[in-house]
């Protein structure tokens, strides 16, 4: 399946997103989610970002909290509201909000 | 004719909030969504406990009794009695020290014949991806 | 062009979740796509007029306003919204009210479901 997975939370029980598989897996990166997509904790970026997926980060959200375009880690696109529709009706098939 | 399939996947413990119960009374309105429908077209819901969700499972809850709120045992007791097919994760069941003897097995009702299936997460992986839509709660 | 159904349970000003499930609405029905938009639990609080517009508070009854105008179909959990003391006349004008199978009859003709469960 095609799954798009949505990130809000910085803190969250990662179980469910370590055992999501899908053939084509997005995660979208929304609100304090943006923070996996920007920070690194004791040097180190986010463990969600080793997961095998596409990456986006909403650039509304990453605004909100301060953040800019330069901010994110290149394995992650910037994307619009705008965007964000085209992601979802184009790439994947099935929407996942954890 | 057509039939959409939803997966209802539960991952959060219950009560402190109110998602797992809105999964289950969700789920268990498909009884009448047909009002909606064309004749012939049908929504088919599952619910799937994984992870925390596992914990919505055991069996004794006394919501009713402390807090006036219908407990979660007893709606998955009417899912299994409406014909819902639940599925609830072996490994998660095993990782909290539960048994089958503690957990929701059946309706507890002579009319109800389905059982709760304890499944691997692979399994509960196969059926997200046989379904229609996902829903998380 | 698709339809998107949207359903949400998180709360008025409380969570911005309800924030970005209607900017999604908007860029979704702008874009030509249908677009459907159901609240349960806390959400309902959305569905309830004469909300106040103070500067550090989310203020998305004009926003909800305009979707309407726009075509986006917004229905309230009548048992949600009744448990919290929301009535029929509290309602803003344009949104509908019905029990929970709707939301699974919405799903049954999306293209797309995005469900945001809670907070």
Partial sequence: MKLGVFV????????????????????????NG????TLRENGKTSPLLEKSANFYALKDDLETHGFTDSNVDSRVKVIT?????????NEYEKLVWL | MAVKKLAFIVDKPPYKTETSRLALTHALSSQSVEIYLKDGDNVEPFLAFIGDGVLNCIKNQKALTMYGVTSLDMHI???????????????????????????VMDADHPDGELKTQIISYAEIQKAMETCDHILFF | MGKLTIGTFSSLIGSMSLDFALRLAEAAINKGHK???????????????????????????????????????FTACEACSEARGYHKEDTMEGWKRHNMDWYLASCFDSDRVLHIGGE
């Fill in chain 2, 77 to 103: 007791r009417n899912a299994l009695l409406f014909g819902l097919n639940v599925y609830v994760c072996k490994e998660d069941i095993r990782k909290f020290g539960l048994t089958e003897d503690m957990i």
């Fill in chain 3, 35 to 73: 677009v459907d938009f159901w609240v349960s639990g806390n959400a309902t609080m959305l569905s309830k007029k004469a909300q106040r517009a103070y500067r550090d508070y989310s203020f998305l009854e004009k926003k909800v306003e305009e979707l309407i105008e726009k075509g986006v179909y």
């Fill in chain 1, 8 to 31: 809000s939370h910085l803190r969250f029980n990662t179980d469910t997103y370590e055992r999501l598989k899908a053939e084509r897996l997005g995660v979208i990166f929304v609100q």
């Fill in chain 1, 34 to 37: 943006i923070y996996h997509a």
């Fill in chain 1, 81 to 89: 509201y705008n965007d964000l529709v085209d992601v979802i009706f």
